[in-house]
């Protein structure tokens, strides 16, 4: 059974910086497309960020140059580190996991607060 345990969240000062982990296991990890999402209060989900099982990256637009997704393999883990925070960043932050096409699984998330 595939599971995805997310952490690192937590409140910050706006302009600070956070980095999520999600850490993966039953599964051969380094195959899997990852992905992070994000919930903010009262809103839909959102795309934030993906790396291929290849190591190569996509960003939503307005999150360019201040995120970055990156994946250590032999940790079964992919991070997103998050600079310049922003009050607007406040939300839950979700991992997810490609199994194959259209078939993911899901963590249960980490609350990143920035306060203004």
């Known amino acids: 059974q595939v599971q995805l345990v997310e952490s690192g969240g937590g409140l910050v000062q706006a302009g600070g910086s956070l980095r999520l982990s999600c850490a993966a296991s039953?599964?051969?990890?380094?195959?899997?497309?990852m992905g992070w999402y994000r919930q903010p209060p009262g809103k839909e989900r959102e795309w934030v960020a993906s790396?291929?099982?290849?190591?190569?990256?996509n960003y939503a637009d307005s999150l360019k140059g201040r995120f970055t997704i990156s994946r250590d393999n032999a940790k079964n883990t992919v991070y997103l580190q998050m600079n310049s925070l922003k009050p607007e960043d406040t939300a839950v932050y979700y991992c997810?996991?490609?199994?194959?096409?259209?078939?993911?699984?899901w963590g249960k998330g980490t609350l990143v607060t920035v306060s203004s």
């Open positions: 997810r996991l490609t199994i194959s096409g259209g078939i993911f699984v």
């Open positions: 790396i291929t099982s290849g190591g190569s990256t």
């Open positions: 039953g599964t051969i990890f380094s195959m899997n497309p």
